[in-house]
């Protein structure tokens, strides 16, 4: 956690040195992961996540964007429809850090800087590293525990819509799937850490896990006004 929040902190001290206008602020709300253990809905904020996120708006139609986020995520199967993963009767709990960069990209042009209230809708995609807590299922107990620390990336897929509030503040809301290079964020297909006779995978291992973030942003706008004519 601590290198989280010292990666913010440099990264804000580098955009504020630059004399263009950009964003920063907070990100929270719902966690759900979708994958070998408990349900499998798609939407079904269970757990929670928050960070920070920043922007640097290059044109009205598009922003790079950074956000770095703590989060959980868990799965019961008691809560799944199917009676197979009842009477299986696993549970895990994970917690991790993600940092993410990519592009927003709205649907028609958001120029804060008119006068007057903008609101669009965006997608934003780009690229997703994390670090979680390793899970194995464990021989004796059928119980799912963790063992170690892995890494991965992710690929997200966010859809949202924003508005301006005042002249220097825009909120917006936003659900975004990560999907992810590993099948461990639930234990179901331990790859790090075990022996092979100590590996027992178990749903299907050949679909990797997702998550979903459902949530909210406030971000404050600093910085001079943007010339959009040279990008």
Request: proline letters at 3%; glycine letters at 10%.
């Amino acid at each position: 956690m601590k290198y989280l929040v010292t990666f913010i902190l440099i990264t804000i001290g580098v955009f504020s040195a630059q004399s263009q206008t950009y964003e920063i602020g907070g990100i929270l709300g719902g966690t759900n992961y979708i994958g070998d253990v408990g349900r499998t809905s798609i939407i079904a904020p269970n757990d929670v996540f928050f960070g920070a996120i920043l922007k640097w708006n290059r044109s009205a139609r598009h922003s790079f964007r950074f956000t770095a986020i703590h989060a959980s995520i868990s799965g019961d199967d008691a809560d799944a429809k199917g009676n197979r993963r009842k009477e299986r009767g696993l549970e895990f709990k994970n917690t991790f850090n993600e940092l993410s960069l990519g592009i927003e990209y709205t649907f028609w042009e958001f120029d804060m800087y008119e006068g007057k209230p903008a609101s669009a809708p965006y997608l934003y995609t780009g690229i997703t590293y994390f670090w979680y807590e390793a899970l194995f299922k464990d021989l004796t107990d059928n119980v799912i525990k963790d063992f170690d620390s892995d890494a991965s990336i992710a690929i997200p897929m966010v859809i949202g819509f924003k508005t301006t509030v005042g002249t220097k503040m825009i909120f917006a809301f936003e659900i975004g799937a990560r999907y992810t290079f590993t099948d461990d964020l639930d234990g179901s297909n331990p790859v790090k850490g075990l022996e092979d006779n100590e590996r027992i995978k178990f749903g299907d291992i050949n679909d990797n896990d997702w998550y979903v973030f459902s949530g909210i942003t406030l971000t404050f706008t600093f910085g001079r006004q943007p010339c959009y004519c040279n990008f």
